[in-house]
């Protein structure tokens, strides 16, 4: 049974606790809810709502609508998506001059299409990233809501698909500071010489490359930031399943109390 199958957060004026209500009936899936002849708290002119709510979710999720759900389900949970859509996740990374809006590298990765980097100067390509981003059903980052993403829409890119940005996943977790912490602290190394790099290293390696002409930083930088990018499935690997069961254990210590 998949993460977004056992949520009912799309539904009229249900939040958190009313879900975890459902969840103590023993209501942990969206089938269980509809073969329910009844719910406790719940009409059943509200509940026949509700039965044809998930039977339009049910669809739209086997329709691989990932769309629909990034409008009707809150964005801090979009990470509830990722066990269903994770095949067809992009992973997406940018790097800049250090002006914010300057983007000098992105770098993208998904299963059905590869790893793949524009580079400013040479092939950056914003028609080529939306193709990318087009063919994919839901976009992962780390700290993207704040940087990556309103940089590439000021940019023209158009992002309709449901975002989880692994940051904000982590911090639920307790692992929080910036994605090399992160990593470490899941066990996650980076190859040499790019190991012990930061984000100012890539602002200067670009300055090297563009000032001095230096091919060797522009491999760096394009190594750095491969890792950055590749990294962010091995963590979104690591984390959304730890934070499943941290959700649904929530359920069990309430039906304790």
Known sequence: ????????????????????KLWKQGLKHWDAFLQASSVKGISQSRKQAFDKA????????????????????????????????????????????????????????????????FVKGLNLDFKALQRFVDHSKILITFNGSSFDIPILQRKGLIIRKP???????CSKLNLNNGLKTVEKSLGIA???????????????????????????????LLQYNEEDVVNLSLIADKVVPLLEKKTLHENIVNEKQ
Not at 1 to 20: K, P, W
Not at 196 to 219: E, P, R, T
């Open 1 to 20: 049974m998949f993460m977004i199958e056992r949520t009912f957060l799309m539904l009229d004026r249900i939040g958190r606790f009313s879900e975890i």
């Open 54 to 117: 998930l039977k339009l979710f049910r669809k739209k999720l086997y329709d691989y609508d990932s769309e629909f759900f990034a409008l009707k389900l809150p964005k801090h949970e979009h990470w509830r998506l990722y066990s269903f859509f994770k095949d067809q996740a992009l992973f997406l990374d940018i790097e800049t001059s250090g002006f914010r809006n300057d983007v000098t590298v992105i770098g993208v990765y998904s299963e059905a299409l590869g790893f793949a980097q």
């Open 163 to 169: 975002h989880i940005d692994l940051r904000f996943v």
């Open 190 to 220: 980076r190859p040499e010489p790019v190991a012990n790099m930061q984000g100012f290293d890539a602002v200067s390696l670009w300055h090297n490359y563009k000032i001095f002409k230096s091919k060797q930083s522009l491999k760096l």
